[in-house]
């Protein structure tokens, strides 16, 4: 009996445990093709670190496939079909991915696959539980967190599944007859910032490392960011290299603060996933669309207050150290992205999306559903009930959340000779604020001030 093949193509699963598609491919043909598709639409808007971060993931994928990964280049609705033919595969095994640009090549791939007899099979996402699943009462979407985390929960998700590299027997992709041309991973583009270690072995590592360590004290520790207290799993679950069922099915017994806080946290990646699934225009626009009466800065002088936030010399040292901890590790602490990101929305009145285009060009985990959904709370246009008039002070968080300023001494060179928490107002200092330090670049509480006013707009639109 002649040979059946079948494709994996990975995309944002990058790992071989707890791979479902690895199953269904098992078991709809005796050997699959592993591919992975360069698709320009994907990583023309990347920035240098997460393509990097990606390519390291994918050296890694090949090794443990015995150098079996086919990369190619190209539109996967003219690729994908392509291969599948070259190889004789009537099924493309994916897990699905809802977000707005996924959703639209997986149906375009889906047709084209049609023309050539092969069907796309979807098994699992990048989520424990996939957008759309988890519904109020009324059969209706939630728009509020903590219901949805409730539900969620209540809802519950499959044990990670049972795979390895060896679940699957991997075609050597020099087989193939015809198709597109195989290219190599390519080499690692100049990038500013530090990366974590790329791959699915980083990734459990770290994971083990923060839970025999970290996660019992999550709760107490995550909102320190001179404090390693949170997991830094974030680029890891971006692309894949774990899913978070593995990480919820290590955590389910534990019963510490730190654990129950830290799969809430995991809730609210699902949360934004499944918003955006919902809304796929609020990646662009206000979630709430009252806030579109929100007047914002435009011109040259809100330009160059942009540059003064990207480059992290605003003057006030804990905006700053996040700026620039985000060009150094291409990554930023989570109670620093909300402080940028209100300095950025609430003290220059410069559109969220502003920040949030500066953040998916560094960030290493850039996510659109996190990342988008992460200003708009901030901004108070998403959907959280956050209310708008939550400004954050930036010299008070900076004393609440770096007590003893070794975070801001970190990344901001210039206060490194400033001792405590003097260092959050460098302008009280006796001598005045050191050599190459800039003055604050506005007056919080006239800002503050100005904010409200401005919300005035929002408050009365229909
Ligand atoms: P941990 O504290 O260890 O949390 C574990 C995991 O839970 C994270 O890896 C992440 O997957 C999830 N998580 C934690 N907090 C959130 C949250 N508020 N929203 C959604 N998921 C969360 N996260 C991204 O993954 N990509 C982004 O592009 C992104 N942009 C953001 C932009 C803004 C303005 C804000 C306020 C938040 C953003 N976040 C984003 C959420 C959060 O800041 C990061 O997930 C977190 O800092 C990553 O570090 P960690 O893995 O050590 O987090």
Same mark, same amino acid.
């Given at each position: 009996m002649a040979t059946s093949t079948a494709v994996v193509w990975f995309r944002r699963d990058l790992r071989v445990h707890d791979q479902p598609t690895f199953l269904s491919a098992a078991d709809a043909a005796d050997r699959s093709l592993a591919l992975?598709? !360069? *698709?320009?639409? !994907?990583?023309?808007?990347?920035?240098?670190?997460?393509?990097? %971060?990606?390519?390291?993931? !994918?050296?890694?994928l090949d090794s443990a496939l015995g150098g079996k990964l086919l990369v190619v280049h190209g539109d996967p609705a003219d690729v994908v079909p392509r291969i599948a033919k070259a190889v004789g595969a009537a099924t493309v095994h994916i897990a699905a991915d809802y977000g707005p640009y996924g959703r639209e090549r997986d149906e375009n791939v889906e047709k084209a696959l049609a023309d050539v007899d092969a069907e796309l099979v979807r098994t699992g996402s990048p989520y424990a539980v996939a957008p759309d699943r988890v519904k109020n009462g009324s059969g209706d979407p939630f728009k509020v967190f903590t219901p949805f985390s409730r539900a969620w929960a209540d809802h519950g998700w499959r044990a990670p599944a049972d795979t390895d590299a060896s679940t699957v027997t991997w075609m050597d992709p020099s087989d193939k007859d015809g198709g597109p041309r195989a290219v190599k991973i390519p080499d690692d583009e100049t990038c500013e910032s530090q990366l974590p270690e790329p791959g699915e072995s980083a990734a459990l590592a770290l994971w083990k490392e923060f839970l025999d360590g970290g996660v019992d004290g999550y709760r107490d520790r995550r909102d320190l960011p001179a404090a390693q207290g949170t997991s830094g799993m974030s680029p890891y679950l971006k692309y894949g290299c774990i899913h978070p069922r593995t990480i919820l099915a290590d955590t389910a017994s534990m019963k510490s603060d730190g654990a129950g806080t830290y799969r809430t946290e995991i809730a609210w990646r699902e949360f934004y996933a499944d918003v955006l699934y919902q809304r796929p225009d609020s990646a662009r626009e206000n979630y709430d669309k009252k806030f579109d009466a929100l007047p914002n800065e435009t011109g040259p002088e809100a330009d160059e207050a942009f540059a003064a936030w990207q480059e992290g010399r605003t003057g006030f040292p804990i905006v700053d150290a996040g700026m620039r901890?985000?060009?150094?590790?291409?990554?930023?602490?989570?109670?620093?992205?909300?402080?940028?990101?209100? $300095?950025?929305?609430?003290?220059?009145?410069?559109?969220?999306?502003?920040?949030?285009?500066? %953040?998916?060009?560094?960030?290493?985990?850039?996510?659109?559903?996190?990342?988008?959904?992460?200003?708009?709370?901030?901004?108070?246009?998403?959907?959280?009930?956050?209310?708008?008039?939550?400004? %954050?002070?930036?010299?008070?968080?900076?004393?609440? $959340?770096?007590? *003893?300023? *070794?975070?801001?001494?970190?990344?901001?060179?210039?206060?490194?000779?400033?001792?405590g928490k003097a260092v959050h107002q460098p302008w009280k200092l006796p001598d005045g604020i050191p050599d190459g330090y800039p003055e604050p670049m506005v007056d919080h509480k006239a800002e503050r001030q100005e904010s409200l006013a401005r919300y005035e707009k929002v408050k009365n639109a229909r």
């Amino acid at each position: 009996m002649a040979t059946s093949t079948a494709v994996v193509w990975f995309r944002r699963d990058l790992r071989v445990h707890d791979q479902p598609t690895f199953l269904s491919a098992a078991d709809a043909a005796d050997r699959s093709l592993a591919l992975f598709v !360069l *698709d320009p639409a !994907l990583l023309t808007p990347s920035g240098a670190a997460r393509k990097n %971060f990606l390519y390291g993931a !994918l050296r890694e994928l090949d090794s443990a496939l015995g150098g079996k990964l086919l990369v190619v280049h190209g539109d996967p609705a003219d690729v994908v079909p392509r291969i599948a033919k070259a190889v004789g595969a009537a099924t493309v095994h994916i897990a699905a991915d809802y977000g707005p640009y996924g959703r639209e090549r997986d149906e375009n791939v889906e047709k084209a696959l049609a023309d050539v007899d092969a069907e796309l099979v979807r098994t699992g996402s990048p989520y424990a539980v996939a957008p759309d699943r988890v519904k109020n009462g009324s059969g209706d979407p939630f728009k509020v967190f903590t219901p949805f985390s409730r539900a969620w929960a209540d809802h519950g998700w499959r044990a990670p599944a049972d795979t390895d590299a060896s679940t699957v027997t991997w075609m050597d992709p020099s087989d193939k007859d015809g198709g597109p041309r195989a290219v190599k991973i390519p080499d690692d583009e100049t990038c500013e910032s530090q990366l974590p270690e790329p791959g699915e072995s980083a990734a459990l590592a770290l994971w083990k490392e923060f839970l025999d360590g970290g996660v019992d004290g999550y709760r107490d520790r995550r909102d320190l960011p001179a404090a390693q207290g949170t997991s830094g799993m974030s680029p890891y679950l971006k692309y894949g290299c774990i899913h978070p069922r593995t990480i919820l099915a290590d955590t389910a017994s534990m019963k510490s603060d730190g654990a129950g806080t830290y799969r809430t946290e995991i809730a609210w990646r699902e949360f934004y996933a499944d918003v955006l699934y919902q809304r796929p225009d609020s990646a662009r626009e206000n979630y709430d669309k009252k806030f579109d009466a929100l007047p914002n800065e435009t011109g040259p002088e809100a330009d160059e207050a942009f540059a003064a936030w990207q480059e992290g010399r605003t003057g006030f040292p804990i905006v700053d150290a996040g700026m620039r901890q985000l060009r150094a590790e291409a990554w930023m602490h989570n109670r620093l992205r909300m402080i940028v990101a209100s $300095f950025l929305t609430k003290d220059l009145h410069l559109p969220w999306w502003w920040g949030a285009r500066h %953040f998916m060009q560094l960030l290493v985990d850039g996510d659109l559903a996190s990342n988008q959904h992460g200003w708009q709370w901030t901004a108070g246009s998403g959907t959280d009930a956050s209310p708008y008039f939550r400004i %954050f002070n930036p010299i008070t968080q900076g004393e609440r $959340f770096d007590p *003893d300023g *070794d975070y801001v001494r970190r990344w901001v060179p210039e206060l490194a000779g400033v001792k405590g928490k003097a260092v959050h107002q460098p302008w009280k200092l006796p001598d005045g604020i050191p050599d190459g330090y800039p003055e604050p670049m506005v007056d919080h509480k006239a800002e503050r001030q100005e904010s409200l006013a401005r919300y005035e707009k929002v408050k009365n639109a229909r």
